[in-house]
């Protein structure tokens, strides 16, 4: 009981704002209290979501480097095509709080996760889980510009920006403070379509991840509230010689279907296992930014149209749960060296990289996975492999009979590559980058497969 009180509490404290102006009266919020305190039975509390955005572009004056492509050995970009956001979506049942925070950057490094912790807690700001998951556009925040402890000056790889860091941590921390802000009472449901022909196997294997799938919340008279994407590939429509901070295909799919479906909705885009997906362009010969704009408006096309089949079919989730799984990383094993050489890795192999990767990665990770009746996000700390992400997604969803398991693609931190083994050994990029060795990626998809496979229904009590 002492354990409930504190939690009443601490849910007072931090989310005032939002008793006082969203929804509801604290009378209603002490209803579940107090009948838990005479033994029940409760009803049920609502579920709530918030959402928000915020403009993640860092200002001209920073001067800040595109992420993804060492061939722009970390100079500043010349301008802006189309802005870069971070949204959030607060997810509240009774006591419960996750926040999903998706973000138009290339990925997050170790740090950002427990430092943006540390701030929501300065704010007065609890939240039980958060998963961050980067849209992995190359035109935007570099990863390493992200990381304090980053005190290597190794331009292709990126520099640490402390003044950017800054900035897009206290982004990050008021686009949270906002969707807790915005809470209310919301019903779901979840849809999926496969798609052919939208992306690639980039090292020529077979195996892509052809499924759009999307969580549409509604607001209690039905007016949309948020839609979580998720299709699997590279946003790597845009080269390294466009130098314009931009969301690339995810940035116009969530601009395209914000504008398709209206309202105010907020779009969500997350990738899956991408680690060796490409997207396959629509209109092939058109210049970059133009390709880019045509796949995510297509992308957004054919997401409208699946949007509109959950049209009435939106409940109140009577499974909202989530997890998180810790797990002690495989020891790091030197990159083999790339079959074709690349400038980038002749200096690099020869000790930076090695010494960079042992003291920029951590020991120990997590995958957070959360569940909304049948969808369920697995949070992956990295750069997955297709297969890989196929493996847990039929494993997962066998284990909980969730129908719509999607992959949070380099969730939360980025770790590296992570492969098969079999690819692991056949060589290419992606092995110089899979810093676990080969048996990394299995080793990985073990943890977190035994971690999501236990969000199932609790089995009703025997008599
Ligand atoms: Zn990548």
Known sequence: MMCSEFAWFRFEHSWSNTLSTSWSTPLRWLIPWLCLLAG?????????VGAARIDLTPPASLKAALGGYSARLSRPAQGVHDRVWAKALTFAEGDKRLVLVTADVLAFPPPVKPALRERLERLGITVDEMILLPSHTHNSIDMLALHPGNRFQVPQLGIYHPQLYEHT??????????????????????????????????RGGLTVDPDLTLLRIDRLDGRPLAVVAQFTA?????????????GDWPGALQRSLEERIGGGVTVLYHNGAQGDLSPAPREE????????????????????????????????????????????LPPIVKPPAPSASPGLFNELLSGTLEQMVKELLPRTSHSV???????????????FAAELGREVKQRVARATGAKHVVIGGLA?????????????????????LSFFGPRGGPTLVEAITAGASRLRPEKPEQK
């Open 40 to 48: 029940g039975p409760c009803p049920a509390a609502e579920w709530l």
């Open 169 to 202: 941590l206290d982004k990050l921390a008021e686009v949270i403070q906002a969707s807790g802000r915005a809470l209310e009472p919301a019903r779901a449901v979840s849809l999926r379509q496969k798609l052919t022909g939208w992306n690639r196997n980039r």
């Open 234 to 246: 590279h946003p790597t429509l845009l080269g390294a010689s466009e130098m314009l901070f931009s």
């Open 285 to 328: 010969k058109a210049p970059a930014y133009e390709k880019a704009e045509a796949y995510g408006r297509a992308l957004a096309q054919e997401a409208h149209a699946l949007w509109r089949e959950g049209e009435g079919q939106t409940r109140r989730p009577t499974q909202f749960a989530f997890r998180k799984t810790t797990f002690d």
């Open 369 to 383: 996975a959360l569940r909304v009746d049948d969808w369920m996000i697995v949070g992956m700390p990295g750069e």
């Open 412 to 432: 939360d931190e980025w770790l590296s590559y992570f492969l098969t083994e079999a690819e692991y050994v056949r060589g290419g990029y992606e092995p110089t």
